[in-house]
């Protein structure tokens, strides 16, 4: 039997997959979006190679990894019926990990987080229909607690229906923990709430930029246009996924949701800033919080323009409300529960800061070894 792990392509999703594949001796079913199995193999070694190596990675893959190629949109994730089948019979627990983070598109964060998670619900319930399951474990976002202002959230404080949401993404999200408590009652389940996820601290190299990105614009500004004690909780990818599969895996979890995220210890901009400034050698920035609506009015005009600047301005602009609302979440269950704490961003974000530019924000992926058997296109 497998855990049935979706978004094993993506940032927190292959930490997750080589976490369970190294550290846990879990088999895998993984929901790959491809044409074809050697595409999904191909996919499935760019986002892995950050954590294992090529011989490793094959031998995971002949040994302990099935591939399911589908899509979260399509009816029965687009598999015939017997790789549907074969999918129910093989899973005894379930990851759900994949979601859309486009907050700009309510299309997509419909189809794929709203109709993607009724069909992994649904796939849940004929596993646990046929044979049990042992538990289904959401990943969803703090940003469920929707509009927020100088605030500790704490897990139970977090959904209130009343509340108004930044964007379709937290809105879809929050709905889908509400889904996954409707429709599988009386299977065991895991919510899990990640904060600002940004960087691995054991390493400077990753595959995902976008919010790097929006650091990297903020870190060589001279002038920064927030309170300069505002918190701002960022958490390691690391302690991310470790919190995952070791939850995921245990017995009996002491709760039913968990922040992973920094809480109060999540640092303030100008812990930030200083950090960054002294390992550039670098003056730190100025804080003029007043002009944080000229800021604001700036970044939705060029948001609408194209190339680099305004892809940048929009990246700002969709995470904006996320950098001004001070407002942690209170990680105390995961904190005791596994006896460690996430590593402070000042700690590891120079090096990932240096590493994004340095490579124009790209990851140089290793190809797939033309002398390996089975070889992927
Ligand atoms: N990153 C953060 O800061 C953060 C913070 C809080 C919560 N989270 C949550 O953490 C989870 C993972 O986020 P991430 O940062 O790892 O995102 P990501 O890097 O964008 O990965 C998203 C994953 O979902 C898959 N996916 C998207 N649409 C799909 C579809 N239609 N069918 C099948 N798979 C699909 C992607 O597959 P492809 O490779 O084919 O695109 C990819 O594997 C999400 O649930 C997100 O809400 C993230």
Redesign the pocket.
């Known amino acids: 039997m497998a855990i049935f792990l979706?978004?094993?392509?993506?940032?927190?999703?292959a930490h997750v997959a080589a976490n369970l594949l190294e550290g846990h001796g879990a088999s895998l079913n993984l929901?790959v979006?491809a044409r074809d199995p050697q595409e999904a193999q191909l996919?499935l070694w760019r986002g892995l190679q950050l954590h294992l190596d090529f011989p490793r990675f094959f031998e995971y893959l002949q040994t302990r990894v099935r591939v399911f190629c589908g899509?979260?949109?399509s009816p029965g994730f687009g598999l015939n019926r017997d790789e549907y089948d074969r999918l129910v019979h093989t899973t005894d627990s379930v990851i759900h990990?994949?979601?859309?983070?486009n907050r700009k598109s309510e299309k997509s964060c419909l189809n794929?987080n709203l109709r993607?998670t009724l069909e992994v619900l649904t796939l849940a319930r004929h596993a646990e229909h046929y044979h049990g399951l042992r538990r289904f474990s959401e990943?969803s976002?703090?940003a469920v607690a929707g509009k927020r202002s100088n605030e500790v959230v704490t897990e139970d404080a977090a959904i209130e229906w009343d509340r108004s949401d930044y964007d379709p993404y937290a809105r879809t999200?929050k709905f889908c923990e509400h889904m996954t408590g409707v429709l599988l009652p009386d299977t065991p389940k895991t919510v899990f709430r990640?904060?600002?996820?940004l960087g691995d601290s054991r390493h400077a190299e990753t595959t995902?930029f976008d919010?790097v990105k929006a650091f990297v614009f903020l870190a060589g500004l001279p002038v920064l246009p927030f309170r300069p004690n505002d918190q701002i909780d960022i958490v390691n990818v690391d302690f991310v996924a470790d919190a995952i599969t070791t939850l995921h895996q245990k017995d009996r979890p002491n709760f039913d949701t968990y922040h992973l995220s920094s809480g109060t210890s999540s640092q303030t901009f100008r812990q930030l800033t200083t950090a960054l400034a002294t390992a550039q050698q670098k003056r730190a920035p100025i804080f003029l919080p007043l002009t944080e609506r000229p800021f604001s009015g700036s970044v939705n005009f060029l948001a609408n323009r194209k190339g680099a600047l305004g892809y940048g301005a929009s990246l700002m602009k969709v995470f904006l409300p996320y950098l001004v609302w001070n407002t942690v979440f209170d990680n105390a269950r995961v904190t005791t529960e596994l006896g460690r704490k996430p590593v402070p961003f000042s700690e590891y974000g120079f090096p990932l800061l240096k590493f994004s530019r340095e490579n124009h924000f790209q990851y140089s992926y290793r190809p797939w070894p033309a002398a390996a058997g089975g070889s992927a296109a």
Do not use: W
């Not at 990990?97 to 983070?101: E, G, N, V, W």
């Not at 990640?194 to 996820?197: A, E, K, L, Y």
């Open positions: 979706t978004g094993s392509t993506g940032y927190i999703g929901l979006r996919r899509d979260l949109t990990c994949a979601a859309s983070l794929v993607g990943v976002t703090v999200k990640p904060s600002i996820v995902q919010m």
